[in-house]
């Protein structure tokens, strides 16, 4: 069965520092690899997305996640956070196809000035 | 980019009552919708598929004369809470995949709340 571990749940940086989220897949094949936002009261906007060929993604809003199998990690990235960041932040993992798509638990952002 | 509409953004009901929310892809067709709820502070579960001339197909433990789905059209899929109660007070999220399959796109979500 597919799975996905977001191991921080909430996670505070300082606008204009850097960002990493950590997530952790399970699968019994070559996953396709998701990053949704998602803010308050919201529906999910996504990120970015891996499927195959260069294992670091570019998405959009300046997040990037790398892909790295030796590790089942797909961790997402940005340089330097803005406060509008702030959100909750969702990995997913599935098997494309029109097949259904396994969330993590999600990792909340918070930006401070 | 792909367009997934849900209708209504908020909904409050009396215990007892049915209640009907609807999934609309815009710009694209979607044979297949999936049903997602979302308790606070918890991640999105799936409760089941949605196919467009067939019967849904739900995951395990969602009671399926509960949540009744119908994927009316290749645009439209309904997700209605029969005999609503306050546990069933919940965010709930469709989405349909686009571009092959591989991406979903996901609605904006409908907030329920039973009394």
């Known amino acids: 069965a597919q799975s996905v571990t977001q191991p921080d749940i909430h996670i505070t940086v300082s606008e204009g520092a850097s960002l990493e989220l950590r997530c952790n897949y399970s699968?019994?094949?070559?996953?396709?690899l998701f990053w949704y936002v998602q803010s308050p009261g919201q529906g999910l906007q996504l990120l970015l997305k891996?499927?195959?060929?260069?294992?670091l993604v570019q998405g959009i809003k300046g997040f990037e996640a790398e892909f790295k199998r030796s590790q089942s990690s797909f961790n997402l990235r940005k340089p330097s956070v803005h406060w509008s960041d702030a959100a909750e932040y969702f990995c997913?993992?599935?098997?494309?196809?029109?097949?259904?798509?396994?969330f993590g638990i999600g990792t909340k952002l918070q930006v401070i000035p | 980019g792909a367009v997934v509409s849900q209708h209504p953004s908020w909904v409050i009901c009396k215990s007892g009552t049915s209640v009907k929310i609807e999934c609309r892809s815009l710009?694209?067709?979607?044979?297949?919708m999936f049903w997602y709820r979302q308790f606070p502070k918890q991640s999105l579960m799936l409760m089941a598929t949605s196919n467009e001339g067939s019967k849904a197909t739900y995951e395990q433990g969602v009671e399926k004369d509960k949540f009744l789905i119908n994927h009316a059209s290749l645009t439209l899929s309904t997700l209605t809470v029969t005999s609503a109660h306050p546990e069933d007070s919940s965010f709930y999220i469709c989405?349909?995949?686009?571009?092959?399959?591989?991406?979903?796109?996901f609605g904006p979500g409908t907030r329920l709340l039973v009394l």
């Open positions: 699968y019994g094949a070559t996953p396709y």
């Open positions: 997913a993992v599935g098997r494309g196809g029109y097949q259904k798509v396994t």
């Open positions: 710009d694209f067709q979607a044979t297949t």
């Open positions: 891996y499927f195959s060929g260069d294992t």
């Open positions: 989405s349909a995949p686009r571009e092959g399959g591989e991406t979903q796109y």
